[in-house]
């Protein structure tokens, strides 16, 4: 996992709420084991139509917004539990996802696959999409070491929260393995004192 501090970005805006694991990654996908691939079908059904072809007016198909940090309506990542969908997001290259609500169980499993959930408020949300509609090169800053993220454009911010155990595996680039390893002395110490 790479160690993740502060990133600028511009953005890709998907202004729908409530997109269920379903919308992110469809159940037909489901069958492979390995995480590889599965950002070509990212929002497959909205990306492309019955043919294959990409469907022109579908944001990840227009070339005004390119980014690592897609900005969701409210309600982000809920319906079933599938870590497909946060597969999904990582393997298109997306490295953040803000919004104004996840479902818990997909903000784990983003957080698992070194996706970062960044929650805002509705009227902060509002103004990144505002800022977008009238250019579409509008950035964001997300400062995890001091859990900010800013909207460059107004140059106005607003701090997020985050899991303090996940906050330091993402500054330190851990996933549950590397942090444990790290901890091992602490660990041997602790069995040591305990027996």
Known sequence: MEKFIKITSSIV?????????????PARFLKA???????DNLFRDWRYDK?????????????????????????????SSREHAAWALAGY???????SFFADIFKNNAMNN????????ENFLKEIFESVDKDPKTELTVDLENQQITNRTIG???????NSYKRECF??????????LNNKEKIEEYERVRR
């Open 13 to 25: 805006p998907l202004k729908i709420e409530n997109i269920d694991t379903d919308q992110i990654i």
């Open 33 to 39: 084991t390995s995480k590889e691939g599965f950002g």
């Open 51 to 79: 043919n294959g072809n990409p469907v022109k007016d579908f944001v990840l198909n227009n070339p005004n917004y390119k980014g690592s940090i897609l900005v969701a309506g409210k309600n982000f990542g809920s319906g």
């Open 93 to 99: 290259g997306f490295k953040v996802v803000v919004s």
């Open 114 to 121: 070194c996706v970062l959930p960044v929650i805002v408020s």
């Open 156 to 162: 106005k911010s607003e701090h997020f929260e985050i």
């Open 171 to 180: 500054l330190k680039g851990f996933d549950d393995i590397d942090y444990l």
